[in-house]
């Protein structure tokens, strides 16, 4: 016993972060959010070039669907790719999903009424199920909890950076006849005002697709060991750049266990054949030892399935609604908080109170450039450190249990004195970039951890980016009625603190979750209990090459059967 506790630990010890595939499925990732982010700049803009808005009320609410199509059809179709991926892996939905962003980029860009570009959004919707596949890769990427803080800090970071990226390129390439009449004027570019951005994010896309294409590996568990054709070119062309004496085919730099074992047992195994980065420390082995507690077996998938959905794993998923809906709905009321004009009247508090700040523009996009950079810092050094130290579930508890107090006490940053508004400003996004980047990766962690099986993970993932999709195509919408009501009343605050209500609910759920440790069937070494070690000892008199690898020595052997007693 004390033997395969030590072996566990060497395991642990040498299992590598995947950090070139984390980099690779990076850059495929940070394609998405320049797409998804470089309309908003102009779309309201665009709207009115359509001429269907009587006024400016009109072009608002004309935005607001064209912005929500993209989240009501992702929702429509989450559940559907998320459950592809589980059939035929993740990569081919994956880089489906960015041919869908890309071509749905191109549509946009040459429409010329609000029902193109309607549907044009809506199709990118349709055949993007991105969110919820790439939080399934990492969680197949990185098999030791320990390296699960510093993963679901990477693609969080890569959303902030692209968003950072894409509102810039919507802001200076929208009407370029306008902005750069001397080179534009009279082009085609003057016809379809909105093109050039699209233009350049959809190549954009097709960078990350290829990518994706010749050096992404398959992380699903039936269908990494696939002969891969894209994969195959990428390694010729890695090894025509270097020279046959520094390139390895390995893909990170240090082998993983799994890898030595696989060169130790020849190319016979299944385990030889992967190129895959990601530390499997289940491969032809643990086949063996430990079969799978999920399994989809034909005639039972679908009950399989249903029975995936825990109770943790609904908790989990009706926690990624709420948070979804009062976010999106927050990233909608500080510009509006920000761009109304100061007012005039004197408030009667505590409730009835109007105004706002009266930044310009070019102000409050500089505000919002500021806070992307904040949330990169958040989530690149703030969480991982915060989670590391507390766990998941008590990292999340915070974050939901301070949301409710942000939205109270945003409305009443206009009341106060001008010299104070820029650090009340800036306190409150700090506040709020720290939330978001804590609860969205906890949320996704404890989502992973809750899954019995991978099989079933790309569903479950599918469901939860649905659960979000739906609610950010609500959110937005409804705080827009609600603070359009609250204006009439003469109380700003009122969709604020109907947001503080909506998270405040986030507390339910919340107090049942648990946080739970991965399963047997994720392979991970840090969580194994004494039956299960057991099993292996057994089997593993079976294994001679892979057991010679492991043994200990007499020292190793006497200080760990010491602290097994």
Same mark, same amino acid.
């Given at each position: 016993m004390a033997r395969h506790r030590g072996a566990n630990t060497l395991l642990r010890d040498n299992t590598p972060f995947p950090t070139r595939q984390m980099a690779i499925l990076a850059l495929c990732r940070i394609c998405e959010p320049i797409a998804f982010m470089s309309i908003f700049p102009y779309v309201y803009y665009m709207v009115g070039d359509f001429g269907i808005a009587h006024d400016e009320a009109q072009i608002s609410v004309y935005a607001g669907m064209v912005t929500s199509a993209f989240a009501f059809a992702e929702c429509a179709s989450g559940v559907f790719w998320g459950r592809l991926s589980d059939r035929v892996g993740r990569k081919k939905v994956l880089l489906g999903g960015l041919?869908?962003?890309?071509?749905?980029?191109?549509?946009? &860009?040459?429409?010329?009424?609000?029902?193109?570009?309607?549907?044009?959004?809506?199709?990118?919707?349709?055949l993007n199920g991105?969110?919820?596949?790439?939080?399934?890769?990492?969680?197949?990427?990185v098999t030791v909890e320990k390296h699960q803080p510093r993963a679901y800090s990477i693609m969080p970071f890569i959303w902030c950076l692209g968003t950072i990226i894409g509102a810039s390129l919507g802001g200076i390439l929208a009407r370029p006849a306008i902005s750069?009449?001397?080179?534009?004027?009279?082009?085609?570019?003057?016809?379809?005002?909105?093109?050039?951005?699209?233009?350049?994010c959809a190549a954009v896309v097709i960078f990350g697709l290829t990518v994706g294409i010749l050096f992404l590996e398959e992380t699903h568990e039936d269908k990494k060991f696939e002969k891969d054709r894209g994969l195959e070119i990428g390694q010729w062309l890695?090894?025509?750049?270097?020279?046959?004496?520094?390139?390895?085919?390995?893909?990170?730099?240090?082998?993983?266990?799994?890898?030595?074992?696989?060169?130790?047992?020849?190319?016979?195994?299944?385990?030889?054949? @992967?190129?895959? @980065?990601?530390?499997?420390?289940?491969?032809? !082995?643990? @086949?063996?030892?430990? /079969?799978?507690?999920?399994t989809l077996e034909k005639g039972s998938e679908s009950s399989t399935v249903r029975s995936a959905f825990t109770k943790q794993v609904c908790l989990n998923i009706v926690g990624v609604g709420l948070l979804a809906f009062h976010t999106i709905s927050l990233e909608q009321l500080i510009p509006i908080l920000m761009s109304h004009p100061e007012s005039t009247k004197k408030p009667e508090l505590p409730f009835k109170f109007e105004g706002g700040?009266?930044?310009?523009?070019?102000?409050?996009?500089?505000?919002?450039?500021?806070?992307?950079? =904040?949330?990169?810092?958040?989530?690149?050094?703030?969480?991982?450190? +915060?989670n590391k130290r507390i766990g998941s579930l008590r990292t999340f508890w915070i974050t939901i249990a301070t949301y409710p107090?942000?939205? +109270?006490?945003? /409305?009443?940053?206009?009341?106060?004195?001008?010299? =104070?508004r820029i650090p009340g400003i800036f306190v409150l996004l700090v506040w709020k970039v720290t939330a978001q980047s804590m609860s969205y990766p906890s949320l996704n962690?404890?989502?992973?951890?809750?899954?019995?099986?991978?099989?079933?993970?790309?569903?479950?993932? &599918?469901?939860?980016?649905?659960?979000?999709?739906?609610?950010?195509?609500?959110?937005?919408?409804?705080?827009?009625?609600? #603070?359009?009501?609250?204006?009439?009343?003469?109380?700003?605050?009122?969709?604020w603190w109907v947001c503080a209500g909506v998270a405040a609910t986030a507390w339910i /759920?919340?107090?049942?979750?648990?946080?739970?440790? !991965?399963? /047997?069937?994720?392979?991970?070494?840090? %969580? +194994?209990?004494?039956?299960? =070690? &057991? =099993?292996?000892?057994?089997?593993?008199?079976? #294994?001679? %090459?892979?057991?010679?690898?492991?043994?200990?020595?007499?020292?190793?052997?006497?200080?760990?059967? +010491?602290?097994s007693k």
């Open positions: 041919f869908g962003t890309g071509l749905s980029m191109l549509l946009f &860009g040459f429409a010329q009424n609000l029902p193109m570009a309607l549907v044009a959004r809506a199709l990118g919707g349709l991105n969110i919820g596949v790439l939080q399934t890769t990492v969680a197949e990427l750069f009449p001397d080179t534009f004027a009279g082009t085609l570019f003057e016809t379809y005002p909105y093109l050039l951005p699209n233009l350049v890695l090894r025509k750049v270097w020279s046959k004496g520094t390139y390895t085919a390995l893909t990170d730099k240090d082998a993983s266990i799994d890898e030595m074992q696989a060169m130790l047992e020849g190319p016979g195994s299944p385990t030889y054949q @992967s190129t895959s @980065s990601s530390p499997t420390l289940c491969s032809s !082995r643990s @086949s063996i030892a430990e /079969p799978p507690p999920f700040f009266g930044f310009s523009t070019q102000k409050i996009g500089s505000i919002l450039a500021v806070q992307g950079v =904040l949330q990169m810092i958040a989530q690149v050094v703030v969480f991982p450190w +915060v107090f942000l939205y +109270v006490m945003a /409305p009443y940053l206009a009341l106060l004195p001008k010299p =104070l962690m404890m989502l992973a951890n809750a899954a019995p099986s991978k099989k079933v993970l790309g569903t479950l993932n &599918g469901a939860a980016a649905s659960s979000a999709s739906v609610c950010r195509g609500f959110g937005p919408t409804i705080a827009g009625a609600v #603070d359009s009501i609250g204006a009439g009343m003469g109380v700003s605050g009122l969709a /759920p919340g107090a049942f979750m648990k946080e739970e440790r !991965r399963r /047997p069937g994720f392979c991970n070494v840090d %969580d +194994v209990d004494d039956e299960e =070690l &057991g =099993l292996r000892e057994a089997l593993d008199d079976t #294994d001679s %090459d892979v057991d010679s690898i492991m043994t200990l020595t007499p020292e190793e052997d006497t200080v760990n059967s +010491v602290l």
